[in-house]
């Protein structure tokens, strides 16, 4: 999705945590027109979870017929974006030619490098109908030495992403490596994303990660002496065999990796150099990004 705002960096509720909790983050829902968005990351509290640098939760959301995600196309550079549905369909384009509707349990991975335009719309087929839409959206800093790769887009059908069972709990590992299996969806740094089902009373010990955060999608959890409530994230202390049990049935995702150092972010850049987000937004200002083929005539303007 596109930023509606310049400044991405808003301000959670927050307290601190005990035990191997550091910190809990708790979103503010925001309307975008009968569609609720919920961004954790990045806030002021805290800007980064590895290399996790956004962290947006769409929806749930129901959808009359003519209704539905229309996101204009919109630039990025210097990150790669991770899209992943649990319900719903989003048709995503971009200016590489790639034309890929995303499914529940696929993940799209879109490598801005030195620069992109992509639009998220959905198909005729989806929005002729009533329709839902339910899901996350990431964004991933790039290592400096990839920050300036040429674009690239990935596709990864639901089919090749690893699951397992771990106690019972089935368990996606959607990017990096956990509880024996590894991920085909490639990584330009150590990355950990995975996707739990809970039910009510079962308990999971947690990967291991140099940083981790939890998010709970739907349900209700408790770590040592802190609840964590639906759609509050934990950012959790670098302490190995933490362990999460269900009060009710929850699904959860996890999100970690290595640190990347600070970046600068704005809009729809992120970037080690803030010289680079000047010049991306006078680019866009100036239309020197490429079009996106099938979506060439409407776009986002930068805000102000």
Not at 114 to 137: A, F, M, Y
Not at 249 to 273: C, H, M, Q, T
Request: glycine share 8%.
């Amino acid at each position: 999705m596109s930023n509606q705002e310049v400044v991405v960096e808003h301000d959670c509720d927050s307290s601190a945590g005990c035990g191997a909790i550091e910190l809990v983050l708790i979103p503010k829902d925001k309307d975008l027109g009968g569609f609720s968005v919920r961004r954790t990351l990045p806030s002021k509290q805290r800007k980064t979870v590895g290399p996790w640098i956004f962290f947006d939760h769409m929806g749930p959301a129901s959808f009359p017929a003519g209704k539905g995600i229309n996101v204009r196309p919109h630039p990025h550079v210097n990150l790669a974006t991770v899209t992943y549905l649990f319900e719903g369909e989003i048709l995503h384009r971009d200016s590489l030619g790639s034309l890929q509707p995303i499914q529940p349990g696929d993940v799209n991975l879109m490598v801005a490098g030195k620069g992109i335009v992509h639009s998220e719309r959905e198909r005729p087929e989806i929005t002729s109908r009533d329709h839902n839409l339910h899901g996350l959206q990431l964004w991933l800093a790039l290592p400096e030495a990839d920050e300036e790769i040429e674009p690239a887009f990935y596709h990864y059908p639901s089919a090749d992403i690893p699951s397992v069972d771990v106690d019972g709990i089935p368990v996606r590992v959607i990017m990096g490596e956990a509880y024996g299996v590894a991920s085909p969806v490639k990584t330009y740094a150590e990355t950990l994303y995975i996707e739990a089902r809970l039910k009510a009373g079962q308990t999971l010990t947690l990967p291991d990660s140099q940083e981790r955060a939890l998010y709970v999608v739907e349900g209700a959890l408790q770590a040592r002496d802190t609840s964590i409530e639906q759609h509050n994230m934990v950012i959790l202390g670098n302490q190995t065999g933490v362990s999460i049990t269900a009060t009710e049935d929850s699904l959860i995702a996890l999100v970690g990796g290595e640190p990347l150092g600070k970046r600068y972010i704005e809009w729809n850049f992120v970037s080690s150099r803030k010289e680079r987000i000047d010049q991306a937004k006078a680019d866009w200002k100036a239309g020197r990004f490429p079009k996106v083929p099938g979506d060439e005539e409407e776009f986002i303007p930068m805000p102000e």
